[in-house]
C-alpha cells in the first residue's frame, strides 16, 4: 500500500467511511486515471540492448515482463521491476522482426515472433538459439503476431498476404513450413481478399476481444477495420483460399468521410484508398474499437452497432465526434450569446481551433436553444472547420452545414458554406451544381461563387502529379470506378425552380451512397471520438493504445518523435511524450500500473511513469504548435513532397545519419 493510500485509508476512517479493500482499490483507480498523473510522466528506464529499431512491444498478462522485437533480429525480454534484460533470444530470423507475444498458459515460457522473412518461429525457455523454432511462412511478411488469455496455448499471425493464420502449440505441424502448399494443414482462420479495386489487402495489426476471445478485429490495408468470430470459421488449407473469396466478417468500421466518397473527385477517392488502418485495439471491456489511420486521424468505434437501428439520416455519422460536455450554471441562453460573441472573435483572429473546442464544451446547450441561435453556432463552426482545413474538418463543416439547412434551407451564409464544404471535401461535382443554385437564388453571391461554378483545371493536375508518383498503385486500382456527375446533371439541376433548389441543399443522397464491402450493406461509421494531433505517414507499424485505468486515456506515437496523449472521453490533448529522436512506432501501456513503454525508430526502450513532483507537460500554446505542424504534414498533397515512403531505405538512412554509432540498417516497417 502507498503512503497516498494510507493517507486516503486515514481520511475515511476519520469520517466513519468504510475502508474495505475494494473502497481503496477505487480510489486506486480513481487516482491512475486523473490527468494530474497523466501530466506528471517523465522516463523513468531507457532500455539498451537492441541494435536497430524496436518494431513491436507486449507486455505479459501480470505486467512483470515486456518483451521486444527489433530489426537487429532479436527478442529482447525485459524485467519490469529490474529494468533490465532478462533474456536476449537470438530468434532465428533473418529479417526484421514485427510481431511478438507471450503465450498463454506456458508460465511466460513461450514467445512468438514474426517478421519481414515471413516467418512465424516459436521460442522456448531457457531462450537458447537451439530453443528457437521455425513453425510456419506467409507468403508476404507477418507483419503482428497475438494471443489471449482465454485461449490457453494459442496465438495468431497476420501477414500481408491477407492471410490470419491460428496456431496451437500442442498441435504444431512440420508441414507448416513446406513449401508445396498443398501439403500445408488447414490453419488459414481469415483471407482479406481485395479492395475496392485489385489490390490484395494485407493485415496491418490485430486485436482479440478481452473478454470474448472469439472474436478478432483486423486493421487492413484499406480503410475498412473488419471484426470477424471465430466461431463461425473453420480453418482451411492455405492453397484452398483464394483472393475472389474472402472471409466475411461480422462487423465493418470505416470513418464517415473514408466510406461516404462516391461522389468525391478520382484524387480524393484515391487518397482514401491509401489512409489504411494502422493499428487497432479493443478496449478492457470489448465494447470500443481504437483505430488508427496512416494519412489521417485516430477514430473511436462502438462494437456492436449492426443491431442498432440505423440512422435516420446517413449524413449524421459521427455528427457529435468533436462535442464536449459542459458543466454550466446559470442562464444557458445568456451564455450562448456571450459564447458565441467569444468564439466569433477567435475566428476572425485566426483561432480556429480555439473557436471549435469553446463551441464544442456547450454542446447540450447548444443543442436545446432556439433554432436562430443554433443556426449562428453551426455556421460559425462550418467556418472555423473550413479555416482550419485539418485532416476530416471539411466533412465536419459539411456536417454542420446541413444541420444548419435543416433550420433554415433559404439562408445564403448557410448556403455559401456549404458549397465552400462541398469543394474542399473533394466534391467539386457537387459544390459546383450547388453554386449554381446559390447564384440563380442568391444573386448578390455571385462573386463568392465564381470560383466553384467554373471547372478548376487544378483537380486534374493534381490528379496527373499523383498518378506520377504512384504509378504502380495505379495499375492495381484501375479498375476502380468513380461515380462523378456529368456536366449534363448539373446544367439539368441549374435549370429547377426556386422552390425545389432549397430542398435539394439537403435531400442530395447520391454523396450518401453507402457500397458493400465483403458482402456486407451496413457499416459503421458512426465514431465516436476523434484524435487529433499525431502524424502518421512515414512507417506502417503506428499504433494508438488506450492507456490507464478503464482505458480513461488514448496514446499514439508520431512521426515527429512524440508520444501523444488524450482524454479519451473529450478527445482532448493532454500531453506529449518526446519518446524517440525520429519516429515514435510502438507505445503499450503496463496492464496494472500507470506505465507506458515506448519504441520506435531508435534502438532502445523507453519506460514512462509519473515520478515528476510537478506537471511536466508541454504548455498549450507548445501542444498546438506540434498538432498544427502534423496536420499540415499530412495535408500536404503527394505532389509537393518528396515521397521517401518510394524508398523506405533511404528514408531511414537519412533519419539515422546523424546517430552518434552511424548509420544503422533499418528496414521499412
Request: with cysteine; charged share 25%; proline share 3%.
Amino acid at each position: 500500500m502507498t503512503n497516498f493510500e494510507r493517507l486516503l485509508e486515514h481520511r475515511e476512517r476519520s469520517f466513519g467511511l468504510r475502508t474495505s479493500r475494494f473502497a481503496l482499490r477505487n480510489a486506486q483507480k480513481k487516482l491512475q486515471a486523473h490527468t494530474a498523473l497523466v501530466n506528471r510522466l517523465v522516463c523513468e528506464s531507457v532500455l539498451k540492448k537492441h541494435e536497430g529499431c524496436v518494431n513491436r512491444l507486449n507486455w505479459n498478462h501480470n505486467g512483470s515482463l515486456l518483451a521486444s522485437g527489433s530489426d537487429d533480429n532479436r527478442v529482447v525480454i525485459w524485467d519490469y521491476s529490474k529494468k533490465s534484460a532478462r533474456h536476449v533470444i537470438e530468434t532465428g530470423h533473418s529479417m526484421n522482426i514485427f510481431g511478438v507475444c507471450f503465450i498463454p498458459d506456458t508460465n511466460d515460457h513461450v514467445v512468438a515472433s514474426g517478421g519481414m522473412d515471413c516467418e512465424v518461429r516459436l521460442h522456448y525457455a531457457p531462450f537458447r538459439l537451439e530453443g528457437s523454432k521455425l513453425i510456419a511462412t506467409h507468403r508476404e511478411r507477418v507483419k503482428d503476431v497475438v494471443a489471449s488469455n482465454g485461449v490457453p496455448k494459442v496465438f495468431w499471425s497476420g501477414a500481408e498476404d491477407g492471410l490470419v493464420r491460428q496456431f496451437d502449440i500442442r498441435m504444431l505441424n512440420e508441414r507448416y513450413t513446406s513449401s508445396n502448399e498443398e501439403n500445408m494443414p488447414g490453419n488459414v482462420l481469415m483471407n482479406l481478399g481485395r479492395n475496392q479495386g485489385t489490390r490484395r489487402l494485407r493485415v496491418m495489426g490485430m486485436s482479440v476481444h478481452p473478454t470474448d476471445p472469439t472474436k478478432i478485429a483486423l486493421a487492413c490495408g484499406d480503410h475498412y477495420v473488419r471484426l470477424y468470430d471465430r466461431r463461425m470459421l473453420r480453418p482451411r488449407a492455405v492453397h484452398s483460399w483464394t483472393s475472389d473469396s474472402p472471409t466475411i466478417p461480422i462487423e465493418v468500421f470505416s470513418p464517415p468521410h473514408m466510406h461516404y466518397d462516391t461522389a468525391c473527385n478520382a484524387f480524393t477517392q484515391r487518397q482514401h484508398l491509401k489512409s489504411h488502418s494502422t493499428s487497432v485495439q479493443f478496449s478492457s471491456d470489448g465494447s470500443q474499437l481504437l483505430c488508427s489511420y496512416h494519412s489521417d486521424n485516430i477514430y473511436l468505434f462502438t462494437v456492436g452497432t449492426q443491431d442498432v437501428q440505423v440512422l435516420d439520416k446517413v449524413w449524421r455519422s459521427g455528427v457529435h465526434v468533436d462535442e464536449i460536455c459542459s458543466q454550466t450554471s446559470g442562464s444557458p441562453f445568456e451564455d450562448l450569446e456571450l459564447i458565441l460573441k467569444e468564439a466569433g472573435q477567435l475566428v476572425e483572429h485566426g483561432q480556429f481551433s480555439n473557436a471549435i473546442s469553446h463551441l464544442q464544451r456547450y454542446s447540450k446547450e447548444i443543442d436545446a436553444a432556439q433554432p436562430s441561435l443554433r443556426l449562428r453556432v453551426y455556421c460559425l463552426l462550418a467556418r472555423a472547420y473550413l479555416d482550419r482545413n485539418w485532416r476530416a474538418d471539411a466533412f465536419v463543416a459539411m456536417q454542420y452545414c446541413l444541420r444548419a439547412l435543416e433550420i433554415e434551407s433559404r439562408d445564403s451564409t448557410t448556403r455559401t458554406l456549404y458549397v465552400k464544404a462541398l469543394s474542399q471535401s473533394g466534391r467539386e461535382n457537387l459544390s459546383r451544381s450547388e453554386a449554381k443554385k446559390v447564384v440563380s437564388e442568391f444573386p448578390d453571391r455571385s462573386e463568392d461563387m465564381q470560383p466553384f461554378t467554373t471547372v478548376r483545371r487544378e483537380a486534374f493536375e493534381s490528379e496527373d502529379i499523383e498518378n506520377d508518383i504512384d504509378e504502380e498503385e495505379e495499375e492495381d486500382e484501375e479498375d476502380i470506378e468513380f461515380h462523378d456527375e456529368d456536366d449534363s446533371a448539373e446544367d439539368a439541376s441549374s435549370c429547377q425552380s426556386e422552390d425545389t433548389m432549397a430542398v435539394d441543399a439537403t435531400a442530395d443522397e447520391s454523396m450518401w451512397e453507402s457500397r458493400t464491402v465483403n458482402g456486407l450493406a451496413h457499416i459503421t461509421t458512426d465514431i465516436q471520438r476523434r484524435y487529433l494531433g499525431y502524424c502518421n505517414i512515414q512507417t506502417d507499424i503506428k499504433e494508438a493504445k488506450f492507456f490507464g485505468i478503464d482505458d480513461a486515456f488514448v496514446v499514439s506515437g508520431s512521426d515527429d518523435g512524440m508520444a501523444y496523449i488524450w482524454e479519451k472521453s473529450t478527445g482532448e490533448l493532454v500531453n506529449a511524450l518526446q519518446a524517440d529522436e525520429d519516429i515514435v512506432n510502438c507505445v503499450q501501456s503496463h496492464p496494472l500500473d500507470l506505465c507506458l513503454a515506448t519504441s520506435g525508430i531508435e534502438s532502445v526502450v523507453r519506460l514512462w511513469t509519473p515520478l515528476a513532483e510537478i506537471d511536466v507537460s508541454p504548455t498549450q500554446e507548445e501542444l498546438f504548435r506540434s498538432v498544427s505542424q502534423n496536420q499540415s504534414q499530412m495535408n500536404r498533397r503527394e505532389g509537393d513532397r518528396i515521397n521517401f515512403m518510394q524508398n523506405p531505405a533511404l528514408f531511414r538512412l537519412l533519419l539515422q545519419a546523424h546517430h552518434e554509432d552511424g548509420i544503422q540498417v533499418c528496414a521499412p516497417s
